[in-house]
């Protein structure tokens, strides 16, 4: 069973700091692309960020630029969102997605294989 399960997510006060995993498994996703997506209640999943298989090619989305870096460990299967500075707007459930063939990295329907999702919550 191909899977991706996150974790990470949690409380944090504003200005602090949270690390989220993203572990694969039941296949490699080293050829994969990789993206970061979020959902906030009543709003629509928006992409936070992407790397390409081999990590050459990386996409944020401006509201998390200078704040957020996306990496990956094609050996442990795993991709990593660390989050800085966070403030409440980014409270969200964020999910870990993969796609064979990423042509927009924005679009939730390039990725092929979700996660769950884990909480992320922000407090003022």
């Known amino acids: 069973q191909v899977q991706l399960v996150e974790s990470g997510g949690g409380l944090v006060q504003a200005g602090g700091s949270l690390r989220l995993s993203c572990a694969g498994s039941?296949?490699?996703?080293?050829?994969?692309?990789m993206g970061w997506f979020r959902q906030a209640l009543g709003q629509e999943r928006e992409v936070v960020a992407a790397?390409?298989?081999?990590?050459?090619?990386?996409y944020y989305a401006d509201s998390v630029k200078g704040r957020f870096t996306i990496s990956r460990d094609n050996a442990e299967n795993t991709v990593y969102l660390q989050m800085n500075s966070l403030n409440p707007e980014d409270a969200a459930v964020y999910y870990c997605?993969?796609?064979?063939?990423?042509?927009?990295?924005?679009?939730?329907?390039?990725?092929?294989?979700w996660g769950q999702g884990t909480q992320v919550t922000v407090s003022s």
């Open positions: 039941g296949r490699t996703f080293s050829s994969s692309a």
């Open positions: 790397i390409s298989w081999s990590g050459g090619a990386i």
């Open positions: 997605a993969a796609g064979d063939v990423v042509l927009t990295w924005r679009s939730p329907y390039n990725y092929d294989y």
